[in-house]
């Protein structure tokens, strides 16, 4: 009777006690700590009042646990396992258990005849099953495992063999307090009906033995939890990959997506998904802590085994708590009511995957950074999974209905997303783990790579047949149609201009093929036949010093336009959002005209400087700041509805602050509009001949453009964070669309 009457929270133990948790377990400890270490004749007469004792002790711990769990206000570890509760279970609660007079203790009062008032016993007698697999434990093989969010867990070995060989069992021990909870005991007594599994083929689902009203017996599985796993795979203390889900970092300044584990583990975590939509059953509880990483063979996959299915007693309000370190990963509908559907699995699912991945998240639900910071096909799966809106799930990804099984459906989606992602980072300098020789080389590729990376996603959908698919192409042929024409652009550019200086220089190119041209058209061996007859004749050529600020400025503008387009927008569009959302869909269109243009803007503002009329480049440089700025409104603008319209549309998969991407892209526009205002003055006063200081001008405009906008802007960490908050937002124009149109998937059994 004392063990059900202890209060399940701090704050009750203390004012009915009025000693708190820490001082009496502290003092139990103690006493229990050293009983053995009395005379026999002392232990003799206290052999029961010790067990009992010890009992009384780990179901204090348990408590102090539960409420730690329950309303963090300290680091607990995402399994709540050894360490992490504000005691060391090695020093203590294991020696408890081993000895034998705590384990006759908890035979007794666990045994399925123990009274448990309260409670219509009808509901709660244990089957003739149950109760003779309680007998066959064998309690001299008993010890402590861990604790559960109402629990504890023992491990041993039954008496003989059980079910015809001798398996290991975990023995799983409702807190006493918590049996005065009607809810719990219920469900802890039906949990053998609703999940013992009968076949003994299913890798991924813990075998249940039996069940009664105050335990659940079941096979014990050898390994880690998943957050044990990772933490221990990436080198991390126990419960930093929890502690590290809680900060939004900049999509640059955290690591990689780790693409091996996150296919490794995806892969396993969608078979143990397909194999448990095969024995009927949901999990509703899906999270880091509930999956075991069953060790295999050297070099084999980890393998996952799933346990405790069935809603957190958390979310059907059986509990007080705000849910624990494990709530991220569970469903708003289920946190809300306590009731789950189909599709709920759907979104741990998705924050599972996230987990996996090793992309620092928030506790808002959303897809973390780090995914829009490259191509950002895989977010767009994973927030086809973690919508808030069950009904919005499997907006894009539409799998075929039932009878067709859901989650073979979505390995093969994952498994398409994940290669298209892979795709991206062959041959990237980003590649190179020396972070500061990654970005020096960087700088050194104007293109940033971004052909290459189309070219190759192009390859993956053409292979998997998606390439022109409506919704999952991405209008990867048109991205990759004025990535390649870019990329084309700038390099003619890149070479006449270069030509030309070489020429100011008075260097010979040596070139046969332009020697033969030139012998074929009759041009003189000073002139570049047909491209200098386009040169004005105040326009000298071999002239060094009169035509070095043409060359610079175009140079500089070279770089930042190459940069500025395959950097920030060559895996990117705005025509996702169709061109039935109104106003939107024509800034859409808005948008995406100036993002292409821009792909060969520098191209159209350098050659005609360097061909026709150097004087012009003062006139020039102004138009193409300008039409920088022009560019960024558009985007900006369209961006910004989209995030409005999201957000009204309670769109769960777009951050409710502001992102931090647009905040800093949203700086980019006004700036460009000062430049080109000041561009704009300087430079029709240099045509004009009214200021004479043309080199500083010149000079000043190429350092701008080269370190300020090409280095600074267009590079590493800030263009990471602009490609993120455009992806967000376009990514959320999409979901719009489909969400309007009414393209919902059909409905699922059980939904």
């Known amino acids: 009777m004392t063990l059900l009457q202890l209060p399940t929270d701090a704050q009750s133990f203390l004012s009915l006690f009025e000693r708190s948790w820490d001082s009496v377990v502290d003092d139990l400890h103690g006493w229990c700590g050293g009983f053995r270490a ?82 219509d016993t009808s509901e709660i007698e244990p089957s003739a099953s149950a109760r ?3 007998n066959s434990i064998d309690f001299d093989t008993v010890r402590f495992h861990r604790h559960g969010t109402t629990s504890f867990i023992l491990a041993g070995y039954p008496v003989g063999a059980a079910h015809g060989r001798r398996r290991q069992l975990a023995l799983k021990c409702l807190v006493y307090p918590f049996l005065q909870v009607p809810t719990i005991v219920r469900n802890t007594a039906e949990y053998y009906s609703k999940y013992g599994v009968p076949s003994r083929d299913l890798r991924h689902l813990v075998q249940i033995w039996a069940s009664s009203a105050s335990w659940i017996l079941m096979d014990y599985v050898p390994g880690e939890t998943l957050a044990e796993h990772l933490d221990r795979r990436r080198g991390n203390t126990p419960g930093s990959a929890s502690a590290d889900r809680t900060t939004r970092r900049p999509a640059a300044a955290a690591r990689e997506i780790e693409i091996d584990v996150l296919a490794d583990l995806g892969r396993e975590l969608f078979a143990a998904m397909a194999e448990l939509e095969q024995a009927g059953l949901r999990h509703c509880d899906l999270s880091p802590s509930n999956i075991i990483v069953a060790s295999g063979e050297e070099g084999a996959r980890p393998s996952f085994i799933f346990i405790d299915l069935g809603v957190n007693y958390l979310y059907t309000h059986a509990l007080p708590g705000i849910g624990g370190p494990d709530a991220t990963y569970v469903a708003p509908e289920l946190r809300a009511g306590g009731t789950g559907t189909n599709r709920t699995d759907l979104y741990s699912v998705g924050q599972l995957l996230v ?54 459906q979505l390995r093969r989606f994952f498994d398409e997303e994940l290669a298209a992602m892979a795709a991206t980072r062959r041959g990237r300098v980003g590649q190179v783990r ?19 990376r189309q070219w190759q996603v192009w390859r993956i959908r053409r292979s998997q047949g998606l390439y022109r698919h409506p919704r999952r192409s991405m209008h990867i042929r048109w991205l990759l149609t004025a990535s390649w024409l870019s990329a084309a652009a700038w390099y003619v550019a890149a070479t006449v201009l270069v030509t030309w200086w070489l020429r100011d220089l008075g260097w010979d190119w040596g070139n046969q093929a332009i020697a033969f041209l030139q012998q074929a058209t009759g041009t003189p061996s000073d002139r570049f036949p047909y491209l200098d007859d386009l040169r004005q004749p105040d326009y000298p050529i071999s002239d060094f010093a009169e035509n070095l600020p043409v060359r610079m400025v175009g140079l500089s503008f070279l770089l930042v336009g190459a940069r500025y387009y395959q950097n920030l927008f060559a895996g990117l569009t705005p025509l996702v959002a169709g061109l039935s959302q109104g106003w939107l869909s024509l800034l859409a269109i808005v948008a995406e005209l100036h993002m292409r243009l821009f792909a060969v803007a520098a191209f159209l503002l350098v050659l005609p400087p360097t061909l026709v009329q150097g004087r012009w480049w003062s006139v020039f440089t102004p138009v193409g700041v300008l039409f920088v700025f022009i560019c960024n409104w558009s985007c900006l603008s369209f961006a910004r509805l989209a995030l409005r319209r999201a957000k009204a549309a309670q769109l769960s998969t777009v951050p409710a602050g502001r992102v931090a991407g647009l905040d800093a892209f949203s700086g980019w526009t006004p700036s460009a509009a000062f430049y080109a205002v000041t561009c704009g003055v300087i430079g029709t006063l240099i045509y004009l001949d009214l200021v004479k200081d043309v080199y500083v001008y010149a000079g000043a405009v190429t350092a701008i453009n080269t370190v300020l906008f090409y280095v600074i802007k267009c590079s590493g960490r800030s263009a990471a964070d602009v490609r993120t908050g455009l992806g967000r937002a376009f990514l959320a124009a999409e979901r719009l669309r489909y969400a309007a149109e009414g393209r919902v998937p059909r409905p699922r059994v059980g939904d």
């Open 132 to 134: 003779s697999e309680w």
């Open 434 to 452: 020396i972070r500061w020789l990654a970005a020096l080389l960087d700088l050194f590729m104007p293109l940033a790579g971004a052909p290459a």
């Open 355 to 408: 987990a996996i991945s090793g992309a620092p998240g928030g506790s808002d639900g959303t897809v973390p950074d780090l995914f829009y910071a490259e191509t950002p096909v895989m977010a767009r799966f994973i927030e086809d999974l973690v919508d808030g809106q069950p009904t919005r799930r499997l907006l894009l990804f539409r799998p075929d209905p039932p009878p067709a099984p859901l989650y073979p």
């Open 38 to 119: 009395r005379p026999e004749s002392v232990q003799r007469p206290l052999e029961t009042v010790f067990g009992h004792l010890g009992l009384l002790l780990i179901t204090l711990v348990s408590l102090r646990h539960s409420d730690e769990y329950r309303h963090p206000r300290k680091e607990v570890g995402p399994d709540g396992g050894h360490g992490q509760t504000g005691h060391d279970c090695d020093s203590l609660c294991v020696p408890l258990v081993r000895d034998p007079a705590v384990r006759r203790a908890i035979a007794e009062h666990y045994s399925p005849d123990a009274w448990i008032p309260g409670h």
